[in-house]
């Protein structure tokens, strides 16, 4: 489902104005990381597109309804949040109503929130913890649980805030399959993110924001290659792209596969000659 935000202004209370005409359009199956410093407007953004924010000019189209003529429970039928925190989202006693409670709001029947929910639990490798209190759970089990709520709900457009904070390696992984899997099923993903490695393997887009404003919309590929920009941004160059500009890579690699490929071409060009 493509989204399409024009010319949107926002100011919180005190005259502290967070958004400064941003127009952006997010295409069905897209999977787009938001980055920027803190206080760059990126969740505030990300707020405008399930309604829990209104712009204060301009338009937000989430495929063809106006975010201004529709409750946040209607766009949940649209998009799925993940907040940062995710002791912000859960109350349920049970890890398994936790997951259900989206679906089960969206009119599903029992039997469907039965699939959906057991789909969820699977993909978030949560299936044995069905029937805990997810407040027994780790901070990392407890984020799990929160992506699982989102999944379930198995929305056309699903919007992770940090989703890799406090995920170890294993967990990082699990949710690369995820995101996937998603883009298989043409569902469009926006990624809120400080995680500078998993952004470079697991999306095709980054939109960089400064003080409110879009600054930088490109291709993960072109977006590492400009190295002032980024770290005059006070972002982190991932470690792979480090390492190629380091060797004076010609391609610079977005995955182990890519870096080893181009290794192997400089060996057999050395080779060669």
Not at 145 to 154: E, F, G
Not at 192 to 219: A, P
Request: charged share 25%.
């Amino acid at each position: 489902m493509r989204i399409c935000a024009e010319n949107i202004h926002f100011t919180y209370p005190g005259n502290v104005k967070v958004l400064d005409n941003i127009s952006v359009t997010l295409n069905p199956g897209e999977k787009v990381a938001l980055i920027g410093a803190n206080g760059s407007g990126k969740t505030t953004f990300a707020r405008h597109l399930n309604g829990l924010l209104r712009p204060q000019s301009g338009t937000v189209w989430v495929g063809d309804w106006k975010t201004s003529e529709h409750s946040p429970a209607q766009l949940a039928q649209r998009v799925a949040y993940v907040f940062q925190n995710p002791d912000e989202q859960l109350f349920r006693q049970r890890v398994w109503d936790e997951v259900a409670f989206g679906p089960q709001n969206l009119g599903y029947s029992a039997s469907q929130v039965e699939n959906m929910v057991e789909q969820a639990l699977s993909l978030m490798g949560l299936t044995n913890e069905a029937n805990f209190n997810p407040r027994d759970l780790n901070y990392s089990g407890r984020k799990r649980v929160s992506l699982a709520s989102a999944l379930a709900m198995q929305t056309p457009v699903l919007i992770f805030d940090e989703p890799t904070a406090s995920l170890d390696m294993k967990e990082k992984k699990q949710f690369s399959k995820v995101l996937k899997t998603l883009n298989l099923e043409n569902k469009t993903t926006l990624i809120i993110s400080h995680d500078m490695d998993f952004v470079v393997e697991n999306v095709d887009r980054i939109i960089l924001m400064y003080e409110g404003k879009m600054i930088h919309d490109t291709s993960t590929k072109h977006f590492f290659k400009d190295k002032e920009l980024i770290e005059n941004s006070g972002l982190v160059i991932p470690q792979l792209i480090r390492l190629s500009q380091e060797l004076n890579h010609l391609d610079l690699a977005l995955n182990v596969e890519q870096f080893i490929k181009e290794r192997e071409r400089i060996i057999t060009t050395i080779k060669t000659e």
